[in-house]
């Protein structure tokens, strides 16, 4: 089984839906990102988690909120999606430890807005 | 501001030739400085990174990386490609120093290798 698992893998929606992206992990990081996807601009951070009770917005956090349920979970919600969300998005985690910084991604949700 | 850049978005080379994949960086204290590589419908996987120490860096499947203070540079290299390293790569950054807990990893745009028979 994978140590960070997404679901659902593959979305088709509508624009005004609300949707919830899910990411839980057995790593047992404290640390958890969500992160988006668009051909040529890289990955840029929507937010994240450093532990439950704390969560930061990253570069790109409009349109989006987030839920720390527990250490293992982070999910990301869209409440009324619109077309230009259309992209893949990844969870990751990571140690607290600061000399590592290594980040441990899932394998991505991909999420069309119609 | 930190910040990466990948001048170069798609790099194609023969199977056996070596390969290298660009990237310098941008930050206001020490870097760390690390490679992701990207197969298709998949997520980043972590291939090495630079800390402190030794500038050249060796990684998972051959890959290693020369850290270069004076241009700012963490070019990736391979002596010998492989089809099978066709994939998209991404050099990220992460500032450290005083305040720098974030542990927040600024990406670059990605290059995509491609290694042709």
Not at chain 2, 83 to 108: H, I, K, M, P, Q
Request: glycine fraction near 8%.
């Amino acid at each position: 089984d994978a140590d960070v698992t997404q679901t659902p893998r593959n979305r088709i929606t509508k624009t005004g839906k609300r949707i919830m992206l899910e990411c839980s992990q057995t790593k047992g990081h404290d640390r958890m990102y969500w992160y988006r996807q668009d051909p040529g601009l890289g990955l840029r951070l929507i937010y994240y988690s450093f532990d439950v009770k704390d969560i930061n917005k990253g570069e790109i956090s409009d349109g989006y909120s987030v839920s720390r349920q527990a250490q293992a979970k982070f999910s990301l919600s869209l409440e009324s999606a619109i077309p230009n969300q259309t992209a893949l998005y990844f969870c990751a985690t990571s140690e607290r430890i600061a000399a590592t910084g290594e980040l441990f991604f899932g394998e991505g949700s991909r999420l069309t807005v119609l | 501001a930190q910040s990466v850049a990948q001048p170069e978005d798609q790099v194609n080379v023969a199977e056996g030739n070596p390969l290298t994949v660009k990237c310098t960086y941008s930050v206001s204290g020490n870097p760390y400085l690390f490679w992701y590589v990207q197969y298709p419908n998949r997520g980043l996987q972590f291939l090495l990174k630079y800390i402190t120490g030794d500038n050249l860096v060796k990684g998972s499947y051959g890959f290693e990386a020369e850290f270069n203070k004076s241009q700012t540079s963490f070019h990736l290299k391979k002596p010998s490609a492989l089809v099978s390293d066709s994939a998209l790569y991404f050099c990220a950054v992460r500032e450290t120093g005083r305040g720098s807990t974030l542990g927040r990893l600024y990406f670059g745009r990605g290059t995509q290798l491609t290694v042709w028979p």
